[in-house]
C-alpha cells in the first residue's frame, strides 16, 4: 500500500483488469521506425542525386544557365522531398512520443546524415557516376533530358554565331 | 509467486507482453516507492508526485512492447518518470533557476556527507535550491544509486556530461548548504 493518498499498484492494475489502458501492438511501434528508415534512404538517395547534379551542373555550366536551371527545376521530382519529410516528421514524432528507451540524439543523426550525404552526392560527382546515370538508373531521363536540353542549346548559340538554327 | 520475486525486471515484461498482464503488478510494487522518492526529490509534492508516478506506471504498460529486453528497465522505467515530471514543470510553467553566481571548484569533502543518512533531509533542502540539471543527476547517482551509464540512459546526456553535472552539483549543493547554515 502506497503511503499516499493514491493507491498506485491498486489504480494502475484496476485499469488494467477493466481493459481501460491496453498494450500498443508492436506493429504501432515497428511503424515509426519504418516510417523513419523509409524516409532517410529516400533522403540518402534524394540527396546524394540531388547534389551530384548540382555539381554536375557546375562542372558542365556553360551558357544559358539560367534557363537550363530553370528547366531543372522544372522537371525536378517534387514529390520525393514532400514524401522524405512527412515521413521523417511523422517517424520521429511517433519515436519521440513513445519510445522513451535510449538515447537518440535526433537532431545528431539528422545532422551527420545530411553531412554523409553532400560528401556523398560530391564524390558521386566526382567519381562519375553521374555519366552512369545518363545511360541507366532511375534517373536516366531526368540527366537525358537536362544533358540533351544542354547540347539543344549549345547547337542554338553554335548556330546563332553563324546565323543558322539547326535542331537535331 | 515465490518464483516471480527470483525473476529479473526484463522477465517479468517478458511474461506480462506476452503471458499475463496481471504479473505487471509485480513491476508496480518493485518500483513505486524508489520512483516516489525520485519524483518527491524533483517535484517536492507528494500528491503530484504520486499523480506522476502513477501516470508514468500507466504510460510504461501501454508501451511496453517497445521496451527493448536487452536493455535495463529500471532505466527505461526512470526515463518515463523524468519525462513525466518535466511534462509536469512545462505545465507549471515552473522556473529552474540557473545560479549563474556559483563558482565551480572542489566538493570532494561533500561526497561523504551525501551518503551519510542523517544529512539526508538537510541534503534535500540544499537539492530543492538547486538548479534541476544538477539536482537531477546527483539525485540519481547518491540517492537511487545509478551509475554513470544508467543516468546517462535516462536523462539522454552523453556519460561525460553526467560525470561533469554531478561534479558541478556538489560544488552548488555545498555552497548552498553552507549558506543556509
Not at chain 2, 500528491?47 to 517497445?66: M, P, R, V, Y
Amino acid at each position: 500500500m502506497s503511503k499516499y493518498q493514491i493507491d498506485i499498484p491498486k489504480n494502475v492494475m484496476s485499469k488494467i483488469e477493466a481493459e481501460q489502458i491496453r498494450m500498443r501492438p508492436k506493429w504501432y511501434f515497428l511503424l515509426g521506425t519504418l516510417a523513419i528508415f523509409i524516409a532517410l534512404i529516400g533522403l540518402v538517395i534524394l540527396s546524394i542525386f540531388l547534389i551530384s547534379l548540382i555539381t554536375f551542373s557546375l562542372r558542365s555550366h556553360g551558357p544559358m544557365g539560367i534557363v537550363r536551371y530553370q528547366q531543372l527545376i522544372s522537371s525536378f521530382p517534387w514529390w520525393a522531398p514532400i514524401i522524405v519529410v512527412i515521413g521523417l516528421t511523422m517517424g520521429i514524432a511517433l519515436l519521440k512520443k513513445y519510445d522513451f528507451s535510449y538515447k537518440k540524439n535526433f537532431l545528431f543523426i539528422i545532422l551527420v546524415f545530411i553531412a554523409a550525404v553532400l560528401l556523398a552526392g560530391v564524390l558521386v560527382d566526382i567519381l562519375g557516376f553521374d555519366m552512369f546515370w545518363i545511360k541507366r538508373g532511375p534517373m536516366r531521363r531526368f540527366y537525358q533530358q537536362y544533358d540533351g536540353n544542354k547540347q539543344e542549346w549549345n547547337n542554338i548559340i553554335k548556330n546563332n554565331g553563324k546565323g543558322k538554327r539547326n535542331f537535331q | 509467486m515465490k518464483d516471480l520475486k527470483k525473476l529479473k525486471d526484463e522477465q517479468i515484461v517478458e511474461l506480462v507482453r506476452t503471458k499475463d498482464k496481471e504479473l505487471y503488478i509485480e513491476i508496480v510494487l518493485r518500483y513505486q516507492t524508489k520512483l516516489l522518492r525520485y519524483a518527491l526529490y524533483l517535484i517536492q509534492d507528494k500528491t503530484k508526485a504520486a499523480d506522476a508516478i502513477q501516470e508514468s506506471f500507466i504510460k510504461a504498460f501501454i508501451n511496453l512492447n517497445s521496451f527493448d529486453l536487452k536493455m535495463k528497465f529500471s532505466s527505461w522505467i526512470y526515463r518515463i518518470v523524468h519525462n513525466q515530471v518535466m511534462n509536469i514543470f512545462n505545465k507549471n510553467k515552473k522556473e529552474l533557476p540557473l545560479l549563474d553566481t556559483v563558482d565551480f571548484d572542489s566538493g570532494k569533502n561533500l561526497e561523504l556527507d551525501l551518503l551519510n543518512k542523517e544529512t539526508h533531509e538537510k541534503v534535500n533542502k540544499c537539492v530543492d535550491q538547486m538548479p534541476i540539471m544538477y539536482s537531477e543527476p546527483l539525485l540519481l547517482y547518491y540517492f537511487e544509486e545509478k551509475s554513470y551509464e544508467e543516468i546517462s540512459d535516462i536523462l539522454r546526456l552523453p556519460v561525460g556530461t553526467v560525470g561533469t553535472r554531478i561534479n558541478r552539483a556538489k560544488v552548488i549543493m555545498k555552497k548552498i548548504c553552507q549558506s543556509t547554515k
